[in-house]
């Protein structure tokens, strides 16, 4: 089976640091892309980040470049999202999927396999 698992959520203030982990099983990372995206309350869901083994420069959304960062563990066949300097209004669920091939875009219609979301909240 695919699979693609979230985790790494919570509830910080302002400014603090989280990091969230995407575990993925059923293939390896250098297989396919791996996105994050956030879906706050009454918003569309929006890329954040993602990372490809065939693009030596990871996409960032312009509201989180500079605080958060992306990276990944072949040995763990896990991607995290190193996020710094948070703010309220990076508060939703964040969720990991795949475009289940190598290449990516920013949309969340090129991602073929979800996992479960995992809620960040940023008091102020």
């Known amino acids: 089976d695919v699979q693609l698992q979230a985790s790494g959520g919570g509830l910080v203030q302002t400014g603090g640091s989280l990091r969230l982990s995407c575990a993925v099983s059923g293939f390896t990372l250098d297989d396919f892309a791996i996105g994050w995206f956030r879906q706050a309350p009454g918003k569309e869901r929006e890329g954040v980040s993602c990372?490809?083994?065939?693009?030596?420069?990871?996409y960032y959304a312009d509201s989180v470049k500079g605080r958060f960062t992306i990276s990944s563990d072949n040995a763990k066949n896990t991607v995290y999202l190193q996020m710094n300097g948070l703010k309220p209004e990076d508060t939703a669920i964040y969720y990991c999927a795949t475009t289940l091939r190598q290449r990516y875009t920013d949309s969340p219609v090129d991602f073929s396999l979800w996992g479960q979301g995992t809620l960040v909240t940023v008091s102020s």
């Open positions: 990372i490809s083994s065939s693009d030596p420069s990871p």
